[in-house]
């Protein structure tokens, strides 16, 4: 089955396609508005403005299913904007051109992430919404999914295209902005929330992962097709349990104050905020026996577990590491120094070079800070036709005659030196490798390698352990990001000038 999903980029978008990449059933195809600065694991195709009239055909060659989660979900302050017409041009005229020229190039299904503000703000304790709830959006955004939803079930009605479309309580898990964020936020640094006395509403929330694996359990099943579904963790909460559980996994104390929820309404409605108390002190509940019954789905985390993971991960995203204050400056002055001092070397090198391959530099793409591209620079010491992998998968008899005394002498990592100025490396860090590593960047990826800038030398180039072991290799990056301070950066640089250590091995 290939799928195309939307909204790639964002929040559930990427959950969504890292999902759909493990799961060999189907194939992903991402849609983006440009061009990523970070590489995708997938296939992706380009999209630059969702209500564009002209076709898209291509875009939707081969495919079965799209998922649409792209949407707008903000619109500017701006008295001389009409909010709503804004929202309807990429909620509505988009949603439906893009599911008209899907319906086009012979698309089956399309998954539509709606939202749980096209049935109202709120339902009184005890009384959830239900797929039979009568419809009942307020803002602007809501009324937009609305508009949205009806547009697609009367193409449903009239054409092949089968719609399914899912409302989604608040959504939540690692990385998640907007308030789950911010009150993550404001516990971890101990503020006394005064909202720790709201003990008796109920919400329904729902994480991403939970969220994630409804929509692929929507792909191919017969009963989800021209259905709408509610869709949540299954367990609410309470204001003050949600707090509770948010300072559980940022192992800090609970500081919320119980104030009386009379007391915070009407303060909030004195300065004007008090949609945002009804969101705090209200409930909203769903039920989603329907998507029981007639999917057979049932949600595989509790909220409890889901809040907390997020929490934690929250917590170690703000404790990853940093790279060292004076590292940035030092880089810049050395790697200028170096480029001056040495500049009879490059233009030797370079000359000899010509003579030797015809191609003194070798440039490729690696892997940089956060996962972003960039193109490494070196001398070349392999032939020309060398396969582009990594060393330790190349054969001893690519390398050329020039190429023995460079790497010998690691001369052939004096060009590094100008990514190291412009800002892609770092004197000291982990080493850049390929993109076609797949191994060695989900080690790298678990052990937050890719937070900080790579390096020319390191602990593990200096330890002799090189990327044909990736978990020992992630490891021992990690090791030397987590201890890198003045005194080890001067030696790791010291003890690779002395000679101590290996290039990239080869076989």
């Not at 889901?306 to 204050?325: D, E, F, G, H, W």
Request: net charge positive; hydrophobic share 40%; charged share 25%.
């Amino acid at each position: 089955m290939n799928i195309l999903v939307t909204g790639a980029n964002g929040f559930v978008g990427q959950s969504l396609v890292n999902n759909l990449l493990n799961n060999t059933k189907h194939k992903v195809v991402a849609s983006v508005r440009k061009i990523p600065s970070r590489k995708l694991s997938c296939e992706y195709r380009i999209i630059n403005n969702l209500e564009d009239k002209p076709t898209l055909t291509n875009v939707f060659k081969d495919i079965d299913v799209v998922i649409h989660t792209a949407a707008r979900v903000h619109v500017m302050d701006d008295k001389s904007v009409d909010p709503l017409m804004e929202f309807r041009k990429i909620n509505v005229e988009g949603t439906l051109n893009l599911a008209q020229q899907a319906i086009k190039a012979g698309v089956k299904r399309f998954i539509f992430i709606s939202s749980i503000k096209v049935n109202g703000e709120g339902t009184e304790l005890g009384k959830p919404y239900t797929e039979d709830s009568k419809p009942n959006p307020i803002d602007p955004y809501g009324i937009s999914k609305y508009e949205a939803e009806q547009g697609l079930l009367a193409l449903a009605e009239t054409t092949s295209l089968e719609v399914v479309i899912i409302r989604p309580t608040l959504v939540y898990g690692e990385n998640v902005k907007g308030n789950f964020h911010s009150l993550m936020k404001w516990t971890y640094k101990g503020i006394p929330l005064p909202i720790g006395g709201i003990k008796h509403n109920l919400r329904s929330l729902v994480s991403v992962d939970n969220l994630v694996d409804f929509i692929v359990n929507c792909i191919e099943h017969k009963n989800a097709k021209n259905e709408v579904f509610f869709i949540s963790d299954d367990d609410d909460i309470s204001t003050a349990d949600l707090l509770e559980g948010i300072s559980q996994g940022l192992g800090v104390k609970n500081k919320a104050l119980n104030i009386p929820v009379e007391f915070i309404n009407t303060a909030a409605s004195a300065i004007g905020k008090s949609g945002v108390a009804q969101r705090l002190s209200g409930s909203l509940q769903v039920d989603i026996s329907k998507a029981k019954t007639l999917l057979g789905w049932h949600p595989k985390y509790s909220t409890s577990e889901s809040i907390q993971k997020t929490a934690k991960s929250y917590k170690s995203n703000l404790m990853a590491p940093k790279s060292m204050v004076l590292q940035r400056p030092l880089d810049i002055v050395f790697s200028a120094t170096g480029l001056v001092v040495a500049s009879p070397l490059l233009i030797s090198a370079t000359a000899i070079g010509y003579l030797d391959t015809g191609s003194p530099l070798f440039i490729q793409e690696r892997v940089g800070k956060d996962q972003k591209p960039f193109k490494l620079i070196k001398f070349r010491t392999m032939k020309v036709s060398t396969e582009s992998v990594a060393s330790h998968l190349v054969d001893n008899t690519s390398i050329t005659k020039l190429g023995k005394v460079l790497r010998k002498t690691k001369l052939d990592e004096l060009p590094q030196l100008i990514n190291v100025l412009k800002g892609e490396m770092s004197l000291v860090g982990p080493r850049p490798n390929l993109f076609n590593q797949k191994e060695l960047i989900a080690a790298r990826d678990k052990m937050g390698v890719y937070e900080v800038l790579p390096g020319i030398t390191g602990l593990a180039q200096l330890s002799g352990i090189d990327m044909s072991t990736p978990e020992r290799l992630a490891k021992k990056d990690k090791e030397m990001i987590d201890n890198l301070n003045l005194k080890n950066y001067f030696s790791y640089i010291l003890s690779t000038a002395l000679g101590k250590g290996s290039g990239d091995a080869v076989k």
